[in-house]
């Protein structure tokens, strides 16, 4: 079983990446422009110490525009 994604694993990738953002990643969720596959998978590698992988996988977790 698949331990789950604790509120510290979300504070730490936060602070990695994006800690004055967190309303704005809220709002990309909520209009769907991010892909929550790719959101959940850079939070994970963040938490392994994969700190390179977690931020391409963070740049690509936003859905393109048309």
């Known amino acids: 079983m ?3 994604i604790e509120f510290q ?3 730490d990738w936060l602070e990695t990446f994006d ?3 967190a309303c704005g990643i809220l709002t990309d969720i909520l209009n769907n422009q991010i892909k929550i ?3 959940v998978d ?4 963040n938490k392994l110490g994969n700190i390179d992988l977690a931020n391409t996988t ?3 977790m936003y ?3 048309k």
């Open 2 to 4: 698949k331990k789950p």
């Open 9 to 11: 694993d979300v504070n």
């Open 19 to 21: 800690a004055d953002c």
């Open 37 to 39: 596959e790719e959101l």
């Open 42 to 45: 850079s939070v994970l590698l």
């Open 58 to 60: 963070r740049k690509n």
């Open 63 to 65: 859905r393109r525009k």
